[in-house]
C-alpha cells in the first residue's frame, strides 16, 4: 500500500506540479479560511476574506471585538454567513481562552490534545480540525475531505463504507509522518478532484487511470 499510495502521489504531482496551498498571509487567515471554506467554493471564501481585511479585522483580538452581525455581514460571500460567524466567533474565544490569542503558543501544543480541543470547538469537524493543524500550524496530520474520499472509492482503493478515520488512518500508517508530503498530497488530490473526478468523471483525463485495488 505504500508504494501504491506513492505511486499515485508522484503521478499527480507529474500531472499538475505543485499547489502552493494553503493560500494565507498569516497562520490565522488560514484558519479563518478553514472555517469559511465549508461548503463553499475557495473563490467566494478569498471575496469574505478580503472583505475582513478591508475592515482589518482578520486578526484575534479585532475578531473577537467585532459583534456577530458585523462579522456575519462581513463574511456574506462564503455563504451560511450568521452560522459561520458564530463558528468564527467560537473559534476565536477558543484561541484567546485557552493561547491568549499567541498562534506560536497553540503550535507548541501536542498534535493530539490540540486536535481533540478543536473538535470541543462549536462547528469545527474533523477536517476542518486538520486542517487548521496542517495548514495553520505545519502539524503532520492527513487531511480527508470529499474529493479524497470519492477518488479513493472509485478506485477501489477503499470501501464505500469507509469513515474519514478510516481514510486518514491509511494514509498516515503508510507514509511518513511528514507535514510537507501530507500538504501537497491533499492539494492534489483537491485538484483531481475538482477538475476530473468530479460528480460526472472524466476518466478519460485522469492522471490516475489503471490505478486499481480490491478494497
Not at 499538475?16 to 475557495?42: C, D, K
Not at 478591508?54 to 473577537?64: F, H, I, Q
Not at 487548521?132 to 470529499?146: E, M, R, S, T
Amino acid at each position: 500500500m505504500k508504494s501504491l499510495l506513492m505511486k499515485i502521489y508522484k503521478e499527480l504531482y507529474e500531472a499538475y506540479g505543485p499547489r502552493h496551498w494553503w493560500p494565507g498571509e498569516t497562520p490565522f487567515e488560514v484558519m479563518v479560511g478553514a472555517i469559511l471554506t465549508q461548503n463553499t467554493s475557495w473563490k467566494n471564501v478569498e471575496r469574505a476574506i478580503e472583505n475582513l481585511k478591508k475592515r482589518n479585522v482578520l486578526y484575534p483580538v479585532g475578531m473577537d471585538r467585532l459583534k456577530e452581525p458585523s462579522l456575519a455581514s462581513l463574511i456574506r460571500p462564503s455563504g451560511t454567513f450568521r452560522i459561520k460567524a458564530r463558528r468564527l466567533k467560537a473559534f476565536v474565544t477558543f484561541l484567546l481562552d485557552e493561547y491568549h490569542g499567541d498562534i506560536e503558543r497553540m503550535k507548541r501544543e501536542g498534535i493530539g490534545e490540540l486536535r481533540e480541543k478543536l473538535l470541543r470547538v462549536n462547528g469545527i469537524g474533523p477536517e476542518t480540525a486538520d486542517s487548521i493543524l496542517l495548514y495553520g500550524l505545519q502539524k503532520p496530520i492527513f487531511v480527508i475531505d470529499a474529493y479524497t474520499k470519492r477518488i479513493f472509492t472509485r478506485h477501489r482503493l477503499v470501501s464505500e463504507k469507509a469513515s474519514y478515520d478510516d481514510l486518514q488512518t491509511l494514509f498516515m500508517d503508510h507514509l511518513p509522518r511528514d507535514e510537507k508530503l501530507y500538504n501537497e498530497y491533499h492539494a492534489l488530490l483537491v485538484q483531481l478532484g475538482k477538475n476530473v473526478c468530479k460528480k460526472k468523471p472524466e476518466c478519460d483525463r485522469c492522471p490516475l487511470k489503471g490505478i486499481e485495488h480490491r478494497a
